[in-house]
Nanobody, 127 residues
Framework: EVQLVESGGGLVQAGGSLRLSCAAS????????IGWFRQAPGKERGALSC????????FYSDSVKGRFTISTDNAKNTVYLQMNNLKPEDTAVYYC????????????????????WGEGTLVTVSS
């Protein structure tokens, strides 16, 4: 079975950095899309960044472009999200999610199309 386990969340001051990790198992890591989403209290879950193994594409949302970087270690079946210059509005539960079959061209990073989800890790950014 597909499993996604996030780690690395915590409490940081504004301007600080964190690196989140997602350990994946149960699917072919070179035939997938995987990425990061977040959900703040009372708000919709939104996509932050995804990477596709089908064509190598990488997506970043406008809110994190230039601050966050997604990367993978294929040998370890692990995806990372390096988060720099954190802001209070980044406070949320961060989720790792995967898509194992591409149904629509270029549509690989959305909160309603991903197949599998981790349980999340909380990131709190204080002022």
């Amino acid at each position: 079975e597909v499993q996604l386990v996030e780690s690395g969340g915590g409490l940081v001051q504004a301007g600080g950095s964190l690196r989140l990790s997602c350990a994946a198992s149960g699917f072919t890591f070179d035939d997938h899309a995987i990425g990061w989403f977040r959900q703040a209290p009372g708000k919709e879950r939104g996509a932050l960044s995804c990477i596709s193994s089908w064509d190598g594409s990488i997506f970043y949302s406008d809110s994190v472009k230039g601050r966050f970087t997604i990367s993978t270690d294929n040998a370890k079946n692990t995806v990372y999200l390096q988060m720099n210059n954190l802001k209070p509005e980044d406070t949320a539960v961060y989720y790792c999610a995967a898509l194992t079959e591409l149904y629509h061209h270029s549509d690989y990073c959305g909160p309603y199309i991903m197949d599998y989800w981790g349980e999340g890790t909380l990131v709190t950014v204080s002022s």
